[in-house]
């Protein structure tokens, strides 16, 4: 019988909550699967970790991600500890990097017409990915220190052709999974980082002639998410574009409790909701767990088993079949649910 050993890392804030929560879910829904077992193994990571052992990410914890094969992660940093330079300590970002997860998966959806901030918009006619490249671009350069005497700061904008054609290919790959679309956002009129990237993609295009492209500027992108979100099917862009974008993306169904994302490499993958550890609600069973709870739905997904990925449909069908009763919303959507009662939601009709 296959058993995967997973990683847990629940991080501080409401990492924990919403962690508990996936884990509640895929617990419930292990027996049900044949011939499939989960080993979950929890480590402690993030600013509570720092406080305690002086390391955010210690390298047996990391060690372990390396050896699992997937890894489930709540939410890490918390704006109060920091480095000495004034910045948030951000594993998440050295797990990507040290494991090289470059292909950035955020699957954007809308399950109820009454999350979108959009007018005349109904259940799935949101319904798009978008894919961030994680290792490169404007996030290069975040470890450099900064010297303390400077007047003038430079970070780098690094795009290399493996790392774009690597990260074009998984988008490609993907869109031909789904309505076969795929839009580059990029700045190819400003930057030559930009030019390059864009010729990257499309000489990638060549060997997808099956998926149509197009190539937006990001700030076309920005304005073309909130005006027309149906346009998008895939879209794949640079590292800190993709992290501005997601933000606004799930903005567009609900907020960041909304929003789950995978960082896959070609080795290893990792799962977690696409918000931060949310201080301001931590503690108080105010977090909304479906971006988790379909982040774990990812993790059943991608590791590929069949049964994993009946798993992987059970959970997406779940969360959808609970979102469809507007009663069933937190906070963050408006409503009134806690985590717990509406992790017990979805549970309710996993059970059914
Ligand atoms: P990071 O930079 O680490 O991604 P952030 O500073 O962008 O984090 P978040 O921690 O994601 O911020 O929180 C942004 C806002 O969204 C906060 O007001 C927070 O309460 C809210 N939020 C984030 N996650 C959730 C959630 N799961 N449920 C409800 N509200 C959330």
């Not at 992660?73 to 951000?90: C, F, K, N, Q, Y």
């Not at 292909?103 to 901030?117: A, C, D, K, Q």
Request: charged share 25%; hydrophobic share 45%.
């Amino acid at each position: 019988m296959p058993r995967y050993r997973i990683a847990v890392l629940p991080g501080d804030g409401i990492g924990p909550e919403v962690t508990r929560a996936a884990l509640t879910i895929l617990e419930m829904l292990q027996p049900r699967l044949h011939e499939v077992a989960f080993d979950f193994e929890e480590f402690s990571v993030g600013a509570g970790e720092f406080l305690r052992s002086g390391d955010p990410l210690p390298p047996a914890t990391l060690e372990a991600c390396r050896q699992a094969d997937a890894i489930l992660l709540g939410a890490m940093g918390l704006p109060s500890v920091r480095w000495p330079d004034g910045v948030e300590m951000t594993p998440q970002l050295d797990l990507r990097e040290k494991l090289d997860l470059y292909n950035g998966v955020r699957p954007i959806r809308l399950f109820h017409e009454s999350h979108t901030p959009l007018k005349n918009l109904r259940a799935g006619e949101i319904d798009f990915v978008l894919v961030r490249e994680n290792c490169e671009g404007l996030f290069s350069d975040r470890l450099r220190r900064r010297d303390p005497a400077a007047t003038v700061e430079n970070d780098r904008l690094r795009i290399t052709r493996p790392g774009s054609e690597r990260l074009f290919r998984a988008a490609f790959a993907l869109a031909r999974s789904r309505r076969r679309h795929l839009t580059l956002v990029d700045k190819a009129n400003v930057l030559p980082s930009m030019a390059f990237f864009r010729e990257t993609f499309l000489e990638v295009a060549r060997e997808f002639p099956d998926v149509a492209t197009d190539c937006v500027y990001v700030d076309a992108a920005a304005l073309f998410l909130v005006q027309n979100p149906r346009r998008f099917d895939v879209l794949v862009t640079e590292n800190m574009f993709g992290d501005i974008l997601s933000d606004e993306a799930a903005g567009l169904v609900g907020g960041m409790g909304m929003a789950p994302s995978a960082d896959l490499g070609d080795r290893h993958g990792l799962f977690q909701p696409a918000h931060g550890s949310a201080p301001d609600i931590a503690g108080q069973d105010l977090a909304n767990p479906v971006a988790t709870i379909l982040s774990a739905a990812l993790m059943l997904d991608w590791l590929g088993d069949p049964e994993c990925r009946r798993g992987a449909a059970l959970i997406n069908a779940a969360v959808e079949k609970t979102l469809t009763d507007p009663a069933n919303r937190t906070q963050d959507l408006g409503g009134n649910l806690g985590t717990t009662a509406m992790t017990r939601a979805i549970l309710d009709h996993l059970e059914t």
